[in-house]
């Protein structure tokens, strides 16, 4: 399954926009990008998932480039209530085993 | 959407006792759960996979005969802890996926924590 990187944490303010990126150098053929949020002692959230170029939904929009070496979640103004843990993973294609990674720590200020 | 439940939410226990965790599928049948573990300010661990009326496969270092784990139903999974101890106390969440549905496509339940005194 293929390892992925993400940075560690990020601040942000209050309607601005958050792009958070993820590499994922070794990803195979049949493996879709997908990303999760976690709110403290709560169960993963299906943010948005994909395959390549761009993604959008109602929440946010996933960047992925031609090589699908990385993604970038974009996430329009945030609020406070942004303030998570957002998990980058890719896989489960086949085996449905979804392997997650230190995730990135989003701080949201006033 | 898919909803998953769990059950307890939170449980106390003795050391050397065992705890029951369920883990249900509300609206639509699983047949692939998973259970993972998660310690304070750490990322979730992939315990073990479950599938419905076979036994369930777990990752490397995941002691089977510790962390029981039945898949009787297609919307019931259970991971038992037996002989818990204060290092079993951990956060222990389930997901589950419906057939029909690409294999990344999971549905997370609420979590349980878990505290062993």
């Known amino acids: 399954l293929a390892k992925t990187t993400q940075p560690i944490s990020m601040d942000s303010y209050e309607g601005q926009e958050v792009n958070i990126t993820c590499s994922h150098n070794?990803?195979?053929?049949?493996?879709?990008i997908t990303w999760y949020q976690q709110f403290p002692s709560q169960g993963p959230r299906f943010i948005i998932q994909g395959y390549k170029t761009k993604v959008t939904n109602e929440v946010a929009s996933l960047f992925i480039p031609a090589d699908r070496k990385s993604s970038t979640l974009s996430l329009p103004r945030v609020s406070l209530s942004d303030t998570a843990v957002y998990y980058c993973l890719v896989g489960g294609s086949n085996t449905g085993k979804l392997i997650f990674g230190q995730g990135t720590t989003l701080q949201v200020k006033p | 959407g898919a909803v998953v439940s769990q059950h307890p939410s939170w449980v106390i226990c003795k050391s050397g006792t065992s705890v029951k965790i369920e883990c249900r599928s509300l609206d639509f049948q699983a047949t692939t759960m998973f259970w993972y573990r998660q310690f304070p300010k750490q990322s979730l661990m992939l315990m073990a996979t479950s599938n419905e009326g076979s036994k369930a496969t777990y990752e490397q270092g995941v002691e089977k005969d510790k962390f029981l784990i039945n898949h009787a139903s297609l919307t019931l999974s259970t991971l038992t802890v037996t002989s818990a101890h204060p290092e079993d106390s951990s956060f222990y969440i389930c997901s589950a996926r419906a057939p029909g549905l690409a294999a990344h496509e999971q549905y997370f339940g609420p979590g349980t924590r878990l505290t062993v005194t």
């Open positions: 070794n990803i195979a053929t049949n493996d879709y």
